[in-house]
C-alpha cells in the first residue's frame, strides 16, 4: 500500500542552498500536484502536471521547479532556497483530473526548514 | 473560482453525531463538492464528494441543499480519530485546471 511516497520527511536548509524533494506513486495515476502549507493555513498549488512531459504552474511557483520525465516521479527542485519557503510540501496524485470528482490521494508530507 | 466558506471551529462529544457546514453560493452548475480531512502531522485524505445528490460512504454522509450553495458533512458517530481540520472544496473552474483550492477548513474537536 505504497501509493504517494515522498522524500525526504524532515530537512534543514541554509539560505540559497538548493535541494529537491522527491516524489514517486505507483498507482500509475496521470496527474501529480505539489502543494505547500504554511503554519495555521490551507494548502496552496506550486505546480501540477498532467502527464508525463507536461507540467504546468499553479497558485504559487516562484522559487520552485518540476520536472515529469516518467508516470511515476515528480521531483520539485528549490533553487536559493530562502525563509519564506520554510513550509511543509506534499505531494498528490490523481487518476485523472478533479473535474469528473476524482479523489487525490496525498503524500505523508515533507517538512522543511530554511534558516 | 467559487468559493467556500466555512467555520473556523467546532467541538463535539464522542459518539454524537456532528454536522460540519459549508457556504458556496458562488458554485457553478458543473462544480463538484468535495470534503477532505487532514489529520495532525499528516497529508489530506478524501472523504466524500458529490454534485447534487446525497452521498453516503463509510466514513461519511454528504447533503447538498437543493439550490447547491450549501452543503453539510455529517459524521454519524464521532470518534477520536476524526478530530482533524475538514475542507469544503469546489472543483476549480478554470479551463484546463485540475487542482483543488483549499481553504483554512474547519478544525474539529471531538472531546472524550
Known amino acids: 500500500n505504497a501509493g504517494v511516497t515522498q522524500t525526504p520527511k524532515f530537512r534543514i536548509l541554509k539560505i540559497g542552498q538548493s535541494m529537491t524533494l522527491q516524489c514517486t506513486q505507483d498507482?500509475?495515476?496521470?496527474?501529480m500536484y505539489w502543494y505547500r502549507q504554511d503554519p495555521g493555513m490551507g494548502l496552496k498549488l506550486i505546480y501540477y502536471?498532467?502527464?508525463?512531459?507536461?507540467?504546468d504552474k499553479g497558485e504559487v511557483p516562484n522559487g520552485y521547479n518540476v520536472s515529469r520525465s516518467t508516470t511515476e516521479d515528480f521531483p520539485l527542485r528549490l533553487e536559493l532556497a530562502a525563509p519564506s519557503q520554510t513550509s511543509v510540501y506534499f505531494c498528490?496524485?490523481?487518476?485523472?483530473?478533479?473535474?469528473?470528482?476524482?479523489?487525490?490521494?496525498f503524500g505523508e508530507g515533507s517538512w522543511l526548514t530554511v534558516v | 473560482d467559487a468559493k467556500t466558506t466555512q467555520p473556523n471551529s467546532m467541538e463535539s462529544n464522542e459518539e454524537e453525531p456532528v454536522h460540519l457546514p459549508c457556504n458556496h453560493s458562488t458554485i457553478s452548475g458543473t462544480d463538484y463538492i468535495h470534503w477532505y480531512r487532514q489529520l495532525p502531522s499528516q497529508g489530506p485524505e478524501y472523504v466524500i464528494h458529490g454534485l447534487t445528490s446525497n452521498v453516503n460512504n463509510r466514513m461519511a454522509s454528504l447533503a447538498i441543499a437543493e439550490d447547491r450553495k450549501s452543503s453539510t458533512l455529517i459524521l454519524h458517530r464521532a470518534t477520536l480519530r476524526d478530530a482533524a481540520v475538514y475542507y469544503c472544496?469546489?472543483?476549480?473552474?478554470?479551463?484546463?485546471?485540475?487542482?483543488?483550492?483549499f481553504g483554512k477548513g474547519t478544525k474539529l474537536s471531538v472531546i472524550p
Open positions: 472544496i469546489l472543483r476549480d473552474g478554470v479551463a484546463g485546471s485540475y487542482q483543488l483550492t
Open positions: 498528490a496524485s490523481s487518476y485523472s483530473g478533479v473535474i469528473s470528482g476524482n479523489t487525490i490521494y
Open positions: 498507482m500509475n495515476h496521470n496527474y
Open positions: 502536471s498532467v502527464g508525463a512531459g507536461i507540467t
